[in-house]
């Protein structure tokens, strides 16, 4: 298996995630308030993200200890989060080849990654040869043709 976890020297890599909700007999607007002056908000409305009732991770990358004392402070102001613990998987040999962006791949042409379809002409096959219907080829499907038969 190439998948090898790794965990940092100081005992792993914790998040801290919030949804905006008040703890008990706390009221939205206070928390709100206390939320802007803990992280120096500069304007209310960058306070509306975090209070959407959408996940929203306020730090991450910390230790056990470092994330149990972010959340406490959440906590010391009214507000709900809880602490995760994520796994970093570091990906080595054919997967770490396979799962790097394109633009990093050595020897990739942007032009073969077009969405446009692409037309060519059917190769010819062997002992096959082109019929001619006696009509002129248009050069787009969008050209009209004349179907009076010379009324």
């Known amino acids: 298996m190439n998948q090898v976890p790794t965990q940092a020297a100081n005992g792993g890599h914790f998040k801290v995630v919030f949804w905006g909700q008040p703890a008990d007999g706390v009221a939205r607007k206070q928390l709100i308030e206390r939320f802007i002056a803990l992280f ?18 306020l730090k991450s990358g910390l230790s056990e200890s470092q994330a149990k004392a972010f959340a406490r402070a959440v906590q010391g102001i009214g507000g709900v989060c809880r602490v995760e613990k994520t796994q970093v998987v570091k990906l080595d040999g054919e ?55 010379g009324f």
């Open 40 to 57: 120096k908000l500069r304007e209310p409305g960058q306070a509306q993200r975090f209070f959407s009732g959408r996940l929203v991770v």
């Open 95 to 149: 997967l770490a080849r396979r799962h790097r962006p394109s633009f990093l791949q050595p020897g990739l042409c942007a032009d073969d990654m077009s969405l446009a379809p692409k037309f060519s002409e059917p190769p010819a096959r062997p002992g096959t040869r082109e019929i001619s219907t006696g009509e002129p080829t248009r050069k787009s499907l969008f050209e009209s043709r004349d179907v009076s038969g």
